[in-house]
């Protein structure tokens, strides 16, 4: 009696042209991220001051929803100018920012969503509408993109545009240079599981001696987020800014040997926790 066994399935390994293509448009997904993330906190709080000098209150949740997409398709669409994107893929991406907070409006008005809703939702949906229109254009989100700016641009001009990230890091902080406070303990954790958790995904810690300094740096800062969750108070305060402020250190060892993260996410990390951490020291010292 012939035994019956059931065929093999083979998985055809995936090419690196393949690789290559899936990172180009997820690359340049996250770039579009990051742009909308840096309009929201430029254009937010200036749009916010002024108003507020011309003595107008808070926007109600429906209209702030919309100057918030707005000020979020602002950024990104420079970004995509500047990396020389076309007119109809701009337009499409910009209509992804809108397009999530338009729909929420309809339950919103009927009393099913609330304010706060309302913008969490649009915040969340803009993503996966994003990705959307990246992959109705795949070929415009796989090709290069050099960037407008060239050799000739204005030496400020080319600076902003390779020093995004210092850029954006610095946005990220400015509330907390004119309203400074500091962060709760937990935060600490944040940086212990992010270089872990990068290199895993770029399957850059393959190597035993870059595992294993990874490996201490998740347990050294789970270890000081623990201790200052437990001491609290100013004991434990100390410990969260001295702690932001030593991981920019760990940021720039990592920007220099280039290992483990992009070069970019560590310059953003080291300038935002240099920032945040010294923010955190200075209102410790001056606060009594």
């Given amino acids: 009696m012939t035994e019956l066994t059931s065929p093999t399935i083979r998985t055809r390994p995936e090419r690196p042209a393949q690789r290559a293509r899936r990172w180009s448009l997820t690359r340049h997904l996250l770039e579009m991220v990051l742009a909308m ?12 001051a002024l108003a507020g000098s011309l003595g107008l209150g808070p ?3 429906g209209p702030a929803a919309l100057l918030m997409a707005t000020d979020m398709s602002i950024g990104m669409a420079g970004w995509m100018w500047y990396r020389g994107h076309s007119w109809p893929a701009i337009g499409e991406m910009t209509a992804a920012m809108y397009a999530p907070v338009l729909l929420l409006l309809v339950p919103y008005a009927t009393g099913l969503l609330d304010g706060g809703a309302l913008l969490t939702a649009g915040h969340l949906l803009m993503v996966p509408a994003m990705l959307l229109a990246v992959l109705r254009r795949p070929d415009e989100y796989t090709a290069h993109h050099p960037g407008r700016p060239g050799p000739d641009a204005h030496p400020l001009v080319r600076v902003l545009a390779h020093r995004w990230p210092t850029g954006l890091a610095l946005l990220m902080s400015f509330d907390n240079w004119f309203t400074p406070t500091v962060l709760p303990g937990w935060t600490l954790l944040v940086l212990a599981v992010s270089y872990p958790l990068v290199g895993a995904w770029r399957h850059r810690l393959g190597d035993r001696r870059i ?32 702690g932001w402020l030593a991981h920019a250190g ?8 280039d290992e483990v993260v992009p070069r970019g996410y560590a310059e953003w990390c080291a300038v935002l926790d240099t920032a945040l951490g010294v923010t955190m020291i200075l209102f410790l010292l001056t606060t009594p």
């Fill in 211 to 242: 595992l294993a300094v990874q490996m201490t740096g998740l347990l050294g800062w789970t270890a000081l987020a623990v201790a200052a969750v437990t001491l609290g108070g100013d004991s434990g305060r100390w410990l969260v800014a001295l």
């Fill in 59 to 61: 926007a109600a949740p």
């Fill in 250 to 257: 760990w940021d720039a060892v990592h920007h220099r040997r």
């Fill in 37 to 48: 993330v840096a309009g929201m906190l430029l254009l937010g709080p200036a749009r916010s």
